[in-house]
């Protein structure tokens, strides 16, 4: 049973553009949200996470925005360009069940020149 | 800080045949994880070790997995005997201690079953 679920499955935009990913999850007690980028060949990297008591967190050019009470959490990348073409997975962890993250299947994103 | 280490990148066996994986974590981590991520899929946890004691191992093919953390550091994920369905890449992270926050992952052994 996927407990967080991803979409879109891939997801084409312009150099400059704004790609939006989108999770959900049920399990209310989840209380930690990262995301991670992975390029072929390569493991997941950390990019950002949130915590469900903040609304909105930025680094850099990565932006997540969390709706607790519809249970949805989503991904902005601002003036996404084509290095930033890799694929992206949302995660939830709950604090009693192990430290296992459980994830999304991922977004494929490409960004255009 | 060095990353999390894996060895082989890539392994190729027949059916049946045996295969192991090492897995070095960032130093100082008390947390390792394997993960099984298939292709077009994300990772799925596999096992769990808090120093050299297995916190969870629930989804763990027990009959033809099998896992070590010596002296709570270095770790071995071994097939013994390997199926066709076992065709995935093999991630190894690592988390300081407490909260499992954040998981650092290396790149993977990509194991393909012939």
């Known amino acids: 049973q996927q407990q967080v679920k991803q979409s879109p499955q891939s997801l084409i935009v312009q150099k400059g553009g704004i790609p939006i990913i989108n999770c959900a999850y049920e399990?209310?007690?989840?209380?930690?949200f990262p995301w991670y980028q992975q390029f072929p060949g390569k493991g997941p990297a950390l990019l950002i996470a949130?915590?469900?008591?903040?609304s909105e967190k930025k680094e850099g050019r990565f932006t997540i925005s969390f709706n607790k009470s519809a249970k949805q959490f989503s991904l902005h990348i601002m003036d996404s360009q084509p290095g930033d073409s890799a694929t992206y997975f949302c995660?939830?962890?709950?604090?009693?069940?192990?430290?296992?993250?459980?994830f999304g299947k991922g977004t494929s994103l490409l960004v255009t020149p | 800080e060095a990353g999390v280490a894996q060895s082989p990148r890539y392994k190729i066996i027949e059916k049946r045949q045996s295969v192991a994986f090492w897995c070095n974590p960032i130093?100082?981590?008390?947390?390792l994880y394997w993960y099984q991520q298939i292709l077009g899929q994300g990772p799925k946890l596999l096992i769990q070790?808090?120093?050299?004691?297995?916190?969870?191992d629930s989804q763990l093919p027990k009959d033809r997995f099998s896992a070590e953390r010596l002296k709570g550091v270095d770790s071995t994920l071994k097939i013994q005997p390997a199926k066709l369905e076992d065709s995935a890449v093999y991630l190894c992270?690592?988390?300081?201690?407490?909260?499992?926050?954040?998981?650092?992952f290396g790149d993977g052994t990509r194991l393909s079953i012939l």
């Open positions: 992270a690592s988390s300081p201690g407490g909260t499992g926050e954040p998981q650092h």
């Open positions: 399990n209310t007690a989840f209380d930690y």
């Open positions: 949130i915590r469900p008591d903040v």
């Open positions: 995660a939830a962890k709950a604090p009693n069940s192990g430290y296992a993250l459980n």
């Open positions: 130093s100082g981590h008390a947390t």
């Open positions: 070790f808090q120093n050299n004691g297995v916190v969870d």
